[in-house]
């Protein structure tokens, strides 16, 4: 369990701290010198529960707030701490509300100093917290009469900061491993270490982490857990990491940096989120004004976009854009806080909802939908919320990568939602089925409206009815429907083109007559047909005439127009296609190069790349970098 201390300064944190663990937080000269936290103190010890708790001890000072925030952002338990003898003053309530804001629902209060004052004003001090804690996350909070000098009350304090501990679950099965780093600094011996709080997943010795923002691949040397030496850690626990790269240095990580596992990788300058105006404000929080926003132990300035009318009042809560300066790592439900301009004044505090927001389009009434499905806090409810609103499906990959979903979290929620999964394993769209078959309409009257603009025409290519669909839809999605509207007969494939299948578009009788001609000379020359000049000197024809005709005849699906002066029969581009296939299957990944390509088909190196392209073209074939992979198979994509 963390346990982050709060209060005004000069209360009794530090003191209370070490009464209960034996541990002087104070660790800067500074510090030491002025008799006042400035930054982050830790420490860590066993309660009495048989496991060791970890203390944060925050400054008190309300110059020091941006250092009281990098503590207590992700921790299970705060311990409010008023002294008897002032009562609350003015950092108690920010310290308060900063706890508030973040959500931080469990906690005490803890009554410093009753060695020196009477007992009349101990009781006095109590109804002071009780009405300051009124309406807060901590209303009906126990409060634990203590002195940090005598002893007084600390048992009691020790006791129930045990009992918490033991009730607390283990989080360190879920998620990837995310750990906001509040320190960094080199020991002799070992080198670069950053400290930090767990916010999810888990840690062994020897895992491949990756510094975010900064996209850096390190490696973990060495692990301390709550202050021991393991060989892992996790969520729920204050860890320091020893970590190394090529190169690495302690320039290259600083206080708001993430170090997590590759997954979790997303910096962002924009994000959706939903935030609470403070009741204390005096004014309306304004679109577009500029804040300093803590998230984790992340400080950078920028700005809040309303996302529905101009302002949000004190005391209210709303959606907004957060749009910053500088790019942080940010995932669904992480906490923030916003304060003002100059960071004197805590403004606002809330939930991230989507590190994943667009530029464009943030307050249009599609996207704020959008924006309150995401919100949701069961993913099952959030994605199935989303399908039904999705026009053109949910990108899951995305969806898993916000909500910190590790494979077999992803896996498990796709199978548990109903909707048609299409597209490559590694980005997947979901479809609910409601859509799907709303798309399955929406394509089957594209392509009669096609038919209905171009009457001679046999149909047009998958790209071509793509675009004529009423929504945009990724290529994936569109040749998954397809599919689906082939095999039931719905739409019928022509070579390159698609039809309805009471659709039938025919030569005239001199067409047929010089196809007859031409038929033959292309089969002879196998997959290296005759170009078209060729043709034209053979049959003593305009080359111009020949390529219309060409042209036409690949419209009608009769022949294939890999480029402008070759076509193909469907017989050889199928036969070409099964070679494909088969450099497919051979290959480790299942992808095969040009040259692959080359030299399985002896056509050489030009021809090659116009037929590949064709391929893309048609669906047979993705390329993925120097590579192709096979999408749909050759006798679907090239039948007669």
Not at 93 to 103: N, Q, S
Request: with cysteine.
């Amino acid at each position: 369990m963390i346990i982050a201390t709060a209060g005004h300064i000069d209360h009794g944190k530090t003191v209370l701290v070490k009464a209960l663990t034996g541990v002087e937080t104070d660790r800067l000269p500074e510090e030491r010198a002025r008799g006042m936290s400035i930054d982050l103190g830790f420490a860590y010890a066993d309660l009495g529960n048989g496991a060791v708790s970890g203390f944060i001890d925050v400054p008190g000072h309300e110059r020091f707030v941006r250092n009281m925030l990098a503590g207590v952002s992700n921790v299970d338990y705060a311990v409010l701490i008023v002294a008897a003898d002032d009562g609350p003053m003015p950092q108690t309530e920010e310290h308060l509300a900063i706890l508030d804001l973040l959500g931080i629902n469990m906690g005490c209060i803890a009554l410093t100093k009753i060695d020196r004052v009477e007992p009349e004003r101990i009781e006095e001090a109590k109804e002071l917290i009780e009405i300051l804690l009124d309406g807060t996350t901590f209303e009906g909070a126990e409060i634990f009469p203590v002195s940090g000098i005598t002893g007084d009350g600390v048992p009691a304090l020790r006791a129930h900061l045990a009992d918490v501990a033991a009730e607390i679950p283990d989080r360190r099965g879920t998620g990837n491993f995310r750990l906001a780093v509040d320190r960094c600094f080199t020991l002799s011996g070992a080198g670069l270490v950053v400290t930090g709080t767990v916010f999810a997943g888990s840690v062994k010795v020897g895992d491949r982490l990756i510094l975010t923002p900064l996209g850096r691949d390190v490696r973990v040397r060495g692990i301390h857990a709550q202050n021991d030496e393991a060989e892992s850690g996790g969520a729920g626990q204050r860890c320091a990491l020893n970590i190394t790269a090529q190169g690495l240095s302690r320039a290259n990580v600083h206080r708001g940096d993430w170090v997590s596992a590759p997954e979790t990788h997303a910096p962002t300058r924009r994000f959706d989120a939903h935030i609470r105006v403070l009741r204390s404000e005096q004014r309306s929080l304004k679109h577009w004004t500029p804040v300093h926003m803590h998230l984790a132990a992340a400080d950078v300035t920028g700005r809040v976009a309303i996302l529905e009318g101009r302002e949000i009042a004190p005391g209210e809560s709303g959606l907004v854009q957060i749009v910053l300066d500088e790019p942080i790592g940010a995932l669904w439900g992480d906490r923030l806080i916003l304060r003002d301009q100059s960071a004197q004044r805590t403004v606002a505090g809330g939930t991230v909802i989507d590190p994943f927001s667009p530029a464009r389009g943030r307050a249009r009434p599609e996207r704020i939908e959008t924006v309150k499905a995401l919100r949701l806090k069961d993913a099952g409810g959030s994605l199935t919320r989303l399908l039904d609103n999705a026009a053109a499906g949910v990108d899951l990959e995305p969806f898993a990568r916000s909500r910190n979903l590790t494979p077999k979290e992803a896996s498990n929620l796709w199978r548990d939602t109903p909707m048609q999964r299409v597209g490559r394993a590694e980005a997947p769209i979901g479809v609910s089925q409601s859509r799907w078959e709303t798309l399955s309409e929406e394509a089957v009257s594209a392509l009669g409206a096609w038919h209905k603009s171009h009457p001679g025409d046999p149909g047009p290519t998958e790209e071509q009815l793509r675009r004529r669909m009423p929504v945009r839809i990724s290529s994936d999605l569109f040749a998954s429907l397809l599919l689906g509207l082939i095999n039931t007969n719905k739409i019928a494939r022509d070579g390159a083109t698609l039809r309805l299948p009471t659709h039938r578009a025919a030569m005239s009788d001199a067409e047929s007559s010089l196809w007859e001609k031409v038929r033959p000379m292309m089969e002879e020359g196998g997959l290296r047909p005759p170009r078209v000049r060729e043709i034209a000197e053979d049959l003593q024809q305009p080359p111009q005439v020949i390529e219309r005709f060409l042209f036409r005849a690949a419209r009608l699906g009769i022949v294939h127009a890999v480029a402008k002066n070759r076509f193909y029969p469907p017989a050889t581009m199928r036969e070409m296609g099964r070679i494909a296939e088969r450099l497919a299957e051979k290959a480790a990944d299942n992808m095969f190069s040009a040259a692959d390509f080359r030299d399985a088909t002896d056509i050489g190196r030009n021809v090659s790349i116009q037929v590949l392209e064709y391929f893309d073209r048609s669906g047979l074939t993705q390329r993925v970098g120097e590579g192709r992979k096979i999408r749909q198979p050759a006798d679907e994509v090239f039948r007669d």
